[in-house]
């Protein structure tokens, strides 16, 4: 079952600084969390470089970059504490990370292995991926369609994410067992 983030969302909520929240000097909006069995990610979206007006992308891009590193390194010891402290109340990984300008760049985060088995014609596509260079492995080509499929079928996933909530809903309205 999906992970409900609306009560994780608060806690961090109440425990990020005010100052994030400055337009100027950190979060300029509601913080993206994400979470599953495995971990926490919390990504702050911060104030876009200044001064960026008519510079080409390289320029832009390197802007961007010198502030979410200087944002990490202002925030890094409250944050360590804030994820310590979340780490041992849900059980879970934290990492985090910042968005500017419509990029994600995560500090931290963790790699979960997973076990499948996939027969000939499926194996072939991710060597197939393999030989095209697209991927270095089987494991690499196989997150790459993992990526590929949600960034194709988000709105089915939403879709599939909240009917997954309005069955736990219903489910926990009704007789206890």
């Known amino acids: ?4 983030t609306s009560e994780i969302r608060n806690w961090f909520k109440k425990r990020l600084p005010e100052d994030w929240y400055a337009l100027t000097e950190g979060f300029e909006a509601e913080i993206e969390l994400l979470a ?19 510079a080409d992308e390289d ?3 390197s802007a961007r970059r010198a502030a ?10 409250r944050r360590i504490e ?3 402290e979340a780490q041992e109340r849900y059980g879970k990984h934290v990492s985090w990370g910042a968005s500017v300008g419509g ?5 931290t985060h963790i790699s979960v292995p997973t076990m ?4 000939i014609t499926e194996r072939q596509v991710l060597d197939t991926l393999v030989n095209a260079g697209v991927a270095s ?15 194709k079928e988000e709105q089915w996933l939403d879709e599939l994410k909240s009917a997954f909530k309005s069955v736990s809903e219903v489910r926990a309205k009704g007789p206890a067992a």
């Open 116 to 119: 499948t088995r996939l027969k």
């Open 82 to 84: 804030v994820a310590s």
């Open 137 to 151: 492995s089987r494991s690499e080509a196989l997150a790459w369609c993992v990526r590929y499929a949600g960034k």
């Open 103 to 107: 990029d994600r760049y995560l500090f």
């Open 68 to 77: 979410v590193k200087d944002w990490r390194q202002q925030t890094r010891e």
């Open 36 to 54: 599953d069995r495995d971990e926490i990610v919390v990504i702050g979206p911060i104030a876009d470089a200044e001064n960026t007006d008519g």
């Open 1 to 4: 079952m999906p992970v409900d």
């Open 59 to 61: 320029a832009v891009e």
